[in-house]
């Protein structure tokens, strides 16, 4: 990226990198080649500010780009606005459009076709964007903007490279399940994890539970193992906490708190018919949330992003089409703003993550196999344990995980 400005190129570096771009660094010969036309007091680097000292110079910008051009780049860009209309000559700014677009005919040029880019939407003029596209460069049209586009061209054609070398599977639509023809129904979580265990995800033991009498025993049973225990109200919910339908750390080495566990139970057994029991999931290192939508044109899709009660507000997910492999969910997950979290943020253990690309492969099975009548599922969340931590076991939801994670709340919505 180039530029008059050092706050532009402050921008572009700072924009790029949350678009997941890579501004390569020089070696110091590519680096002397492009400032040697330049004024000594340039400094070149990726993203650079070659400041005003050589503008309207068609000679100097022209060797300048030759330079840019003889790079192993994929999309290098000029950052570059134009006075309002009918304020002054722009004359330099044709100089500038000119000076790329020759270099474009260079014989050693190996880098990708260049782009002009304004920094707002707004502050290119027509006849510049028209011009710019005759002499076959590209016109962006907003810093943020033109970078989320370079973005997305560069997945199109990492997938297409991928297609060609058979490292990538071709995108089909799953249509999933019609919910408008009155069939559908949503599964309770007892009858969510035994389906999804039967494509092997790890679901964690449970017990479902019509009586007080029965969850006590529950409890007792799995307080024997070293576990507290969880409590939930069994049935079509889709928020079981903001109906006060979840009690957590009952029971435990102290099987003695019967008293307290019967008074939970005795409470949910008010709000359902049933109660589900289950051994509670260790502490996580981060909480995904894992689920399928579907959509009129993609049909059905995964997406995997930072989940827990704060997903609405953190807004942090990706969406991956079918069929995916286990590196398109590596992608995914360093993509997302969390992800240091599962690198291991301010000296914690990193989070496990094989194991969470075990579990989303396992649902995809799952969603292959039930495509036609699939309507919606959710993993929120899905526990992220440290690598050391403890294999997976489900806590509360609607699939479980792999490895170290754990499901800890459930939706599944097909059609019978």
């Not at 400094?43 to 030759?66: H, I, K, R």
């Not at 799953?174 to 559908?184: I, V, Y």
């Not at 989303?360 to 899905?382: G, K, S």
Request: glycine share 12%.
């Amino acid at each position: 990226s180039v530029s008059c400005s050092g706050g532009e190129a402050g921008l572009m570096a700072d924009l790029g990198q949350a678009e997941g771009l890579v501004f390569p660094p020089l070696s110091a010969g590519e680096a002397k080649r492009i400032g040697d036309s330049l004024n000594p007091l340039v400094t070149v680097s990726n993203p650079f500010d070659y400041n005003t000292f050589d503008w309207g110079d068609a000679a100097a910008l022209g060797t300048m780009w030759e330079g840019i051009l003889a790079l192993d780049v994929a999309h290098p860009m000029l950052v570059i606005d134009w006075p309002a209309e009918g304020t002054g000559p722009t004359h330099t700014w044709d100089v500038a459009i000119e000076a790329v677009g020759a270099a474009l005919h260079a014989p050693d040029r190996r880098a990708g076709v260049p782009a002009l880019v304004a920094s707002l939407p707004e502050n290119m003029p027509e006849a510049a964007a028209a011009k710019i596209a005759e002499l076959g460069l590209v016109p962006g049209h907003g810093l943020q903007e033109h970078l989320a586009a370079a973005a997305g061209a560069a997945d199109v054609g990492a997938h297409r490279l991928g297609l060609a070398a058979g490292r990538t599977a071709a995108p089909r639509v799953l249509r999933g399940g019609n919910g408008e023809r009155g069939s559908a129904r949503m599964l309770d979580e007892a009858q969510a994890k035994a389906l999804l265990g039967d494509y092997g995800l790890p679901v964690p033991e449970r017990r479902v539970c019509h009586t007080v009498q029965e969850a006590l025993a529950a409890v007792v049973e799995f307080s024997k193992g070293g576990h507290t225990c969880a409590l939930k109200i069994l049935g079509t919910f889709a928020h079981k906490t903001e109906l006060g339908g979840v009690r957590l750390g009952l029971g435990g080495a102290d099987a003695a708190q019967t008293e307290h566990v019967a008074r939970a139970a005795r409470d949910l057994l008010q709000i359902a018919p049933a109660v589900l029991v289950e051994p509670m999931a260790a502490k996580p290192v981060a909480e995904l949330i894992v689920g399928v939508a579907q959509d009129p044109v993609l049909g059905l899709h995964l997406v995997i992003g930072a989940g827990g009660v704060l997903t609405e507000i953190l807004d942090d997910s990706e969406i991956l089409l079918f069929p995916y492999n286990a590196d398109d969910v590596r992608t995914a997950l360093r993509r997302l703003r969390m992800w240091p979290l599962l690198e291991g943020y301010r000296g914690a253990e990193p989070g496990d993550v094989e194991a969470v690309v075990a579990a989303v492969m396992a649902l995809a099975d799952f969603v292959e196999a039930h495509a036609d009548r699939l309507i919606e599922l959710d993993i929120n969340p899905l526990f992220v344990h440290a690598q050391t931590g403890e294999n997976a076991a489900g806590a509360d939801a609607i699939s479980v995980g792999c490895g170290g994670v754990s499901v800890v709340d459930a939706l599944i919505r097909m059609t019978d």
